[in-house]
């Protein structure tokens, strides 16, 4: 079978936890395609060329430490302006896409460049104040020192440069389904995302 969910929205709106838990929920693989852009953007910071680093890109590269950090976060934002950079990565997404057995990927521009066929789209947001929150709790659990409105900031400046930009920007595809996270937990947000999978399995 293949069947792809295509999973896009802003930083920290929860579409990495909803991606997974549907991928689980279904047995369908999953793909955080931010990684790729994470990987990259690392490389730069090390630096290497953004096009090179982006066609050699191997699967050692996307388990490397690190990525996490809001330094990379930063650095693959900057990296995912570059049209040769997002044309590089685009092979390799869509053929995990129809991958048999069903995929799961989450992203900026699944719905719309990636897989415009996906046979589900959803479009995960949540307020700017939320997803600062909850990216702030992130990340003093992992013993990174920050306050709110350092990541507010960030979380706005990265908005600003994932729509603005003119490859790809972040939008919803015409045909998403819009799941607005702002007032749900994680258990409902799942819920919501299984269930418009369910009704076009
Ligand atoms: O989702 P994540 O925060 O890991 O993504 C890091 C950056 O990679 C985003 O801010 C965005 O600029 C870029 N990205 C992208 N297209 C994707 C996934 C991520 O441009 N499909």
């Given at each position: 079978?293949?069947?792809?969910?295509?999973?896009?929205?802003?930083?920290?709106?929860?579409?990495?936890?909803?991606?997974?838990?549907?991928?689980?929920?279904?047995?369908?693989?999953?793909?955080?395609?931010?990684?790729?852009?994470?990987?990259?953007?690392?490389?730069v910071?090390?630096?290497?060329?953004?096009?090179?680093?982006?066609?050699?890109?191997?699967?050692?590269?996307l388990?490397?430490?690190?990525?996490?950090?809001?330094?990379?976060?930063?650095?693959?934002?900057?990296?995912?302006?570059?049209?040769?950079?997002?044309?590089?990565?685009?092979?390799?997404?869509?053929?995990?896409?129809?991958r048999?057995?069903?995929?799961?990927?989450?992203g900026r521009?699944?719905?719309?460049?990636?897989?415009?066929?996906?046979?589900?789209?959803?479009?995960?947001?949540?307020?700017a104040?939320?997803?600062?929150?909850?990216?702030?709790?992130?990340?003093?659990a992992?013993?990174?020192?920050?306050?709110?409105?350092?990541?507010?900031?960030?979380?706005?400046?990265?908005?600003?440069?994932?729509?603005?930009?003119?490859?790809?920007?972040?939008?919803?595809a015409?045909?998403?389904?819009?799941?607005?996270?702002?007032?749900?937990?994680?258990?409902?947000?799942?819920?919501?995302?299984?269930?418009?999978?369910?009704?076009?399995?």
């Open positions: 079978m293949i069947f792809t969910v295509a999973i896009d929205g802003p930083a920290a709106a929860g579409k990495g936890t909803v991606g997974r838990a549907v991928a689980t929920h279904f047995g369908f693989a999953h793909l955080d395609t931010g990684l790729l852009y994470r990987a990259v953007g690392a490389q910071l090390a630096g290497a060329d953004p096009v090179e680093a982006a066609r050699g890109l191997t699967p050692e590269a388990a490397a430490p690190g990525l996490r950090s809001p330094e990379v976060a930063r650095a693959a934002s900057e990296v995912a302006v570059i049209g040769e950079v997002r044309a590089a990565l685009l092979e390799f997404q869509r053929s995990f896409a129809r048999e057995g069903g995929a799961v990927l989450d521009d699944i719905g719309t460049v990636i897989c415009p066929e996906a046979e589900v789209k959803l479009f995960v947001t949540a307020s104040e939320a997803r600062a929150a909850r990216r702030l709790a992130e990340l003093v992992a013993g990174v020192e920050t306050d709110f409105g350092a990541v507010l900031e960030d979380v706005r400046a990265r908005d600003l440069r994932d729509s603005g930009r003119a490859e790809a920007p972040l939008r919803p015409d045909d998403a389904h819009l799941l607005d996270t702002s007032e749900l937990d994680v258990e409902q947000a799942v819920a919501a995302a299984v269930a418009q999978v369910a009704e076009r399995l």
